[in-house]
Nanobody
């Protein structure tokens, strides 16, 4: 089992920044890919960013490319999402997720474990 706990959400004005953290515990060695998803009210959970492999490959949704940066600190078993130039449309509950393979990395079905989510609200 793998446990994931997000933190760092909050209320920020448009144009501001936030950094989300995702602390992993348990059998983290079995996880190959880590990702961030978000879910706005009334919408499906959507892919944001992912990182995988020993080289730290990354992939971003077009909507956040150039504004968000995903990273991981393996020594701390922690993943981060640095969010800059935030927009009101970024408002959502953000979830971190872990999976065993980097296949269809933008699909929720590819991830085996999920955190409880952290709310990000961007005011205009």
């Amino acid at each position: 089992q793998v446990q994931l706990v997000e933190s760092g959400g909050g209320l920020v004005q448009a144009g501001g920044s936030l950094r989300l953290s995702c602390a992993a515990s348990g059998r983290t060695g079995s996880m190959y890919i880590l990702g961030w998803f978000r879910q706005a009210p009334g919408k499906e959970r959507a892919f944001v960013a992912a990182t995988w492999g020993s080289s730290g490959s990354t992939y971003y949704a077009d909507s956040v490319k150039g504004r968000f940066t995903i990273s991981r600190d393996n020594a701390k078993n922690t993943m981060y999402l640095q969010m800059n130039s935030l927009k009101p449309e970024d408002t959502a509950v953000y979830y971190c997720a872990a999976g065993r393979s980097a296949y269809n990395i933008d699909s929720v079905r590819s991830y085996n474990y999920w955190g409880q989510g952290t709310q990000v609200t961007v005011s205009s």
